[in-house]
């Protein structure tokens, strides 16, 4: 078998164990009314295991790397890839939801008023580092057909009867991507809700191909700018995190701009010297100088192939689909006022090819804030063809609630929109 289809079989045999814990929770309690909730995590919030050995050499044992104590010793430079294959050819595959408690646990207590609400649960952990429209199809090909057979063979019942897909941050997107598919098992969904999702991107993906990611930097001297700008240029999939692309915008402008609160009313990413417009998705030269550092591992292949899933995430759903997809976004406030703290707008300076990021300033520079859940922009949480109804506004008190992206789904006032669009 092929690399890719072995990491399939052992993917799906990770999540056969968690169909078989599902179905013993489902046995538990018998409400009259069954709904199910298919919860896809954000980036980062699914964990991830490493196979101790490479393709091949059977059996697999893996260890816990996202996230656990590996991480402090330098164990994220183990999930480096190749295209859509790991380095070394080591299997790394999720394993629901992410907690390493007792400071990060972003679900638990979500899953758990899904108990208390009696909706029969299922998290759908996924590889984020992937290309995330890949991801959407072994959902529907792989795991859905095998959930349900199961479900049906040992409970006597469709798990799909009533089912309600939420996807918090690049998990909604992950969503959208779902439904994008279309067949039987689309159409069988009921309910399909993103949390805090960035359908227009968010400014906190651009400056990590230049500089790694300064709060990973932070937990071990195993990491420094240039390998983890090496190992974030390697992953296919947060490529299309970057804000939208120039086309995207001037298709949807109009839209964008006539969000009664929370519109966007310019490009948000400016040359620095010129105050142009700078599309990610579209670097240009200026003489010697570039966009994108030359020697670290940044690929113009998967950038390409991320705008190519961003268009198909930005695009408008068919009008039976659309009618049951919505969008909920959070606002942080501050004594019943909303703050401007989240990054907008972004400054882009041109550097030399031989740019490193160990020694040189980065070229991205914040140059504005709006309101948001401290991360994604409100304006980039609502798909413009989602229709108004199916859009809804949270607010949360930052230092009250603690209200912030990560922690989305652990605010009542989120659950509160979430319960009363299953009812």
């Known amino acids: 078998m092929s690399y890719a289809a072995d990491r399939d ?17 489902y046995r538990q309690h018998r409400p009259a009314r069954r709904k199910t909730v298919i919860l896809f995590p954000g980036g980062m ?32 430079l183990l999930l480096k890839m190749k295209g859509d294959d790991d380095a070394g050819r080591h299997f790394v595959i999720a394993d629901g939801c992410v907690r390493f408690p007792p400071m990060l646990v972003p679900y638990d207590d979500f899953l758990s008023w899904c108990t208390s609400r009696r909706f029969d649960w299922f998290v759908f952990g996924w590889d984020w580092r992937r290309d995330p429209e890949l991801v959407a199809r072994f959902f529907l090909k792989s795991f859905v057909p095998k959930f349900r057979q199961r479900v049906r063979t040992e409970c006597g019942t469709d798990p799909f009867a009533d089912v309600t897909l939420i996807g918090h941050s690049f998990g909604g997107m992950v969503v959208k991507l779902v439904l994008n598919q279309g067949g039987s098992h ?4 009921r309910r399909a809700i993103s949390v805090g999702s960035p359908f227009y991107g968010y400014a906190g993906q651009l400056n990590r191909y230049f500089k ?12 420094d700018p240039r390998n983890l700008t090496q190992l974030i240029s390697s ?3 947060p490529y299309t995190l970057l804000y939208l692309d120039q086309a995207t915008f001037q298709r949807d402008q109009a839209a964008l701009a006539s969000d009664p609160k929370f519109p966007l009313s310019r490009y948000p990413v400016r040359d620095h010297d010129t105050g142009s417009l700078a599309d990610p998705y579209n670097p240009q030269k200026n003489g010697t100088q570039v966009r994108y550092p030359e020697n670290w591992g940044f690929s113009h292949v998967a950038l390409d192939r991320g705008k190519s899933i ?6 408008p759903l068919g009008a039976a689909t659309n009618s049951k997809f919505y969008n909920i976004r959070g606002i942080q406030q501050r004594n019943g006022r909303t703050v401007n703290e989240t990054t907008h707008e972004q400054t882009w300076d041109w550097i030399d090819p031989a740019f490193d990021p160990n020694s040189d300033p980065s070229p991205i520079v914040d140059h504005s804030y709006c309101p948001g859940d401290g991360v994604i922009p409100a304006w980039s949480a609502r798909l413009v063809s989602t229709l108004a109804a199916n859009v809804r506004t949270v607010t949360g008190d930052i230092d009250r609630d603690g209200f912030e992206h990560m922690d989305l789904m652990l605010s009542p006032q989120i659950r509160a929109q979430i319960l009363n669009i299953m009812q």
């Open 9 to 25: 079989k052992e993917q799906l045999a990770q999540l056969d164990e968690q169909i078989s814990q599902f179905i013993a929770r």
């Open 45 to 76: 919030g699914s964990s991830i295991k490493w196979a101790t050995t490479s393709q091949g050499n059977t059996p697999y044992f893996y260890n816990l790397i996202w996230l656990d104590c590996p991480i402090l010793t330098g164990g994220a």
């Open 186 to 189: 689309v159409a069988a969904v």
């Open 212 to 223: 790694g990611d300064p709060d990973l930097d932070r937990l071990s001297w195993s990491y």
């Open 235 to 237: 992953l296919p999939g």
């Open 310 to 315: 961003y268009e198909k995430v930005a695009l």
